[in-house]
């Protein structure tokens, strides 16, 4: 193999380890894409929930999940005021009109965070293909 063959080859070489770095930078991005949605999700449902709230009129009979898939039955008396936790372990009351205006707006915020990554993922996937070519090219020129 003579030099040029060899910086060929390096150079190759240092574009797939970018090529790797890049895939794993992808399935990072993937992953935080995966946990928003499960987050929207919970906010879908959520809200879903709290417009029943809205319309009934009186008591609520409910499940309530304890967690470990663990249900309680319980009376709910007054539907029409919510406790939400405003961060910082502060919970406040509020109507269940105001509730949903708050998820509304934190689901619009997670979108917002969610189009950055899904940005950043074709940003990343655009190198990789582009890393792709120029190693291809490379590969071509040691066989030639």
């Known amino acids: 193999m003579d030099k040029d063959e060899e910086r060929i080859a390096q150079e190759a070489q240092q574009k797939l380890a970018l090529l790797q770095q890049l895939q794993s930078e992808a399935e990072e991005i993937q992953r ?6 499960v987050v929207q999700a919970e906010i879908d449902r959520t809200i879903e929930t709290l417009e029943y709230f809205e319309k009934v009129e009186d008591d609520v009979d409910a499940l309530i999940n304890l967690g470990s ?3 309680a039955y319980v009376d709910i008396k007054n539907s029409k005021k919510m406790l939400v936790d405003v961060g910082a372990g502060a919970v406040i009351e509020r109507e269940v009109s105001e509730v949903l205006d708050i998820l509304k ?7 917002k965070g969610k189009d ?21 090219e490379l590969s071509s020129q040691l066989k030639e």
């Open 32 to 37: 935080k894409i995966f946990e928003v949605d």
């Open 69 to 71: 898939g663990v249900f």
């Open 116 to 136: 950055r990554y899904i940005q950043l993922l074709e940003g990343v996937y655009s190198q990789a293909r582009q890393l792709q070519k120029e190693i291809a």
């Open 105 to 111: 707006k934190r689901k619009e915020s997670i979108q």
